[in-house]
């Protein structure tokens, strides 16, 4: 079997047209689906657990008699965690714990501690960070279920010193995610509700007598959960949406073509809609990549997803040299960028817009997807241009801090009044002049 | 006149419905405005310049012959600049240079350096840092024009290091505001075009042939930028939607009742839906306050305006003890929180939800409005509780760094295996299991 990925030459003309269209990817906005979210939330916001109660009930065929009873117990979630196989547990605490020592790094880098700092007539100006108070986990039921998810998202609230991590994961005709509820445990979720969809969004973001509002909503979700997210945005904060996971593999053409098959293959097989790209200034290794995929392909278990996601939104793409390939790369801005190259980090000094960057040829995606500490949720469809992986920073806001002298409320005073006369404010310009004449 | 300013008591068994009740607000969603702005970016998407034209002689009542011919060079902003009062000039500088000063302290404070560590078996990990390429500030026409808003979005832009700026203003009838054309001077804009609504939103998100695409775009604008900025939010990015001002003072008693009562007139001069409340453990001086609003409001330019927002969203509120009043102060999450009392920082360090906080009685709101240094584009109507001042890091975003060593492939690759196998993925296994098999 020969499956027909798409090749491309740089070098070709019509190139930046052939590569517009392999990126191109609208998020479909189903205004049947944003409507039907709308009506959702208006009901949970106006009848609280009663409407959630309803709408879990019916979607996810339970017959649950109160909210309260959908709520899953410490005891619960602490069984499920020693009910693992011990290396399936292992591992799970393993990544946990080197998810968490990442995040603490990353807390002690990105001014945590916020500053002040005092000017020469006694005002101290600065910035003070705190934590959110209470976060809710949007944690999707059934196959897409990742327990991986559930460590990336709750560990830095946990490290950002959230007090409260509210998670909610729908369970329909009741079948809960073990390996789900272990993590949750792992990483110390605060509450777990059984819970989905629009309903649970809603329930998040208003509160209702048995669920606590929420400061944040973090977590992926379908196309309900997705418009729901939305919609609540500024009630609430909410992560990116996310599109299509992608990968972008820049290889010099030196590393064993399976290792690069496999890691093209490792995003393909999310979905169908998953995005794989290879780029090398060697055509006669593009050849056997291409021969790999081939080879590999009718043994993998998700092979007609990996097929679908290669041949549509697939490419092999031959390039110049590495520096026209690290411009590609900064155009595409892709979610995960393995630069496969010796010396790469000289190549990831030139990269500008990736969500992740994997280094070196040991480093395939997949050890950032679930161990090696950085987190997995990471901006999608050209979003690392101007957003960034979740962290601890998402977790945490900043409140300016101005302490005026009595020195410096004559010199900014002056200042401060001459401008709100130039944008007719008397009041501000009022205001300050109190405090020098 | 006795204006009739609310006056509630934390004591009283109705007060939380009463708090609440005054803080509720509901952006209006029209439902037409939005269907409006969804034309029109549609139209902007697929016309490009033609579109842009249209709407911008249609709605400003220009007669330009192209888009080109709505840009403003960099000489005209000079000559704007040039051509202030040199008070006012003078003050635009300074408050422009305290800007920067404080943004550029910033930068260095947020991590904005980026990091790395080195694992014990050569495993490096880390986080990259860099500014986004291009940023586009919306600046509203006519009253609303601030120059203070236009140093306050692009001077973060630039200290971040954002290489290109690109201002939209637009210009009904062709007026154009001299003061923010000098304030695009001083700030360092790239390029101006004299576009507005709808349509400069979708010309800086898609771009067109004459306008280029942008990563990211700030600033306020009425209800149809707003329902633009939505829409075109994962295209590019957006601050946040910005609702009505607010100012929430805390007084110990002590403060000369005059300034209190100037403070509260400056929120309430922005706008009839701005919201001024006073938290305050002592009646009797609460008493003075209004005292003082009934003597100095008939003097106020702007009477109406501030009479009306005080009287449907304003409120005197007589608290237990100052502890009480910081506890209701992190309920509210004020945009602008004001700490008028001895020992300001003691309190300080209780609140936990708030833009900006002003210590002490000479820091009167807006001289952090215009001068003081951190910027004055805050979270309102409760957001503060999830997000932050305006700040350097809304210009910068980090990639995370994975560079994993030949060992280090062996112990992440087992522990990647075993949960990758766990959700079903064995292409993720798979490609792990290459590097260390």
């Known amino acids: 079997m020969m499956i027909a990925i798409r090749k491309l030459d740089s070098a070709a003309p019509s190139f930046k047209a052939q590569l517009d269209a392999v990126l191109a ?116 039921g059934g196959k897409a279920a990742y327990p991986s998810s559930v460590l990336m998202n709750a560990i830095p609230a946990k490290v950002a010193g959230v007090q409260e991590i509210i998670m909610v994961v729908p369970t329909p005709a009741g079948v809960k995610n073990e390996l789900v509820l272990a993590a949750a445990a792992i990483a110390g979720v605060d509450r777990v509700f059984t819970i989905g969809g629009a309903q649970a969004v809603g329930a998040l973001a208003h509160g209702t007598a048995t669920i606590p509002q929420v400061d944040k909503i973090v977590g992926p979700g379908n196309a309900y959960v997705a418009a729901a997210k939305r919609r609540v945005f500024g009630i609430v904060g909410i992560d990116m949406i996310a599109g299509p996971s992608e990968i972008l593999v820049i290889c010099d053409g030196s590393t064993d073509p399976d290792w690069v098959a496999m890691d093209l293959f490792s995003q393909a097989e999310h979905d169908e809609l998953a995005q794989s790209i290879l780029l090398c200034p060697d055509a006669g290794y593009i050849a056997r990549v291409e021969e790999s995929i081939n080879r590999q392909l009718p043994g993998m278990p998700r092979k007609e997803v990996i097929q679908t996601s290669l041949v549509n939104r697939g490419a092999l793409v031959k390039v110049r040299d590495m520096e026209e390939a690290c411009d590609i790369a900064n155009a595409i801005a892709a979610e995960h960028l393995e630069i496969s190259a010796d010396n790469p980090q000289r190549w990831a000094d030139r990269i500008r817009h990736a969500g992740a960057i994997f280094l070196g040829r040991f480093t395939s995606e997949s050890l950032g997807d679930y161990c090696a500490g950085p987190n997995h949720v990471l901006p999608t469809s050209r979003t690392a241009r101007f957003s960034s992986p979740l962290g601890v920073y998402d977790f945490q806001k900043r409140s300016s801090l101005i302490h005026v002298s009595e020195a410096g409320a004559r010199t900014l005073g002056r200042i401060a009044a001459e401008l709100a006369y130039g944008e007719g404010l008397q009041a501000h310009a009022g205001s300050a002049e109190y405090r020098f004449k």
Do not use: M
């Open 25 to 140: 990817f609208e998020a479909s906005e189903d205004e049947a689906i944003d409507r039907a979210a709308a009506g959702i939330l208006a009901d949970v916001k106006a009848r609280g657990d009663a409407a959630v109660l309803d709408y879990t009930n019916r979607f996810d065929k339970l017959d649950a008699a109160s909210v309260a009873g959908l709520e899953i117990g410490k005891q619960e979630l602490q069984a499920a965690l020693s009910g693992l196989a011990p290396a399936r547990r292992d591992a799970l605490q393993t990544a946990a714990d080197r998810v968490r020592a990442y995040h603490e790094r990353q807390k002690r880098e990105c001014g945590s501690d916020g500053f002040t700092y005092t000017e020469a007539d006694g005002t101290v100006l600065g910035q003070k960070v705190t934590p959110l108070d209470r976060v809710g986990i949007y944690v999707p």
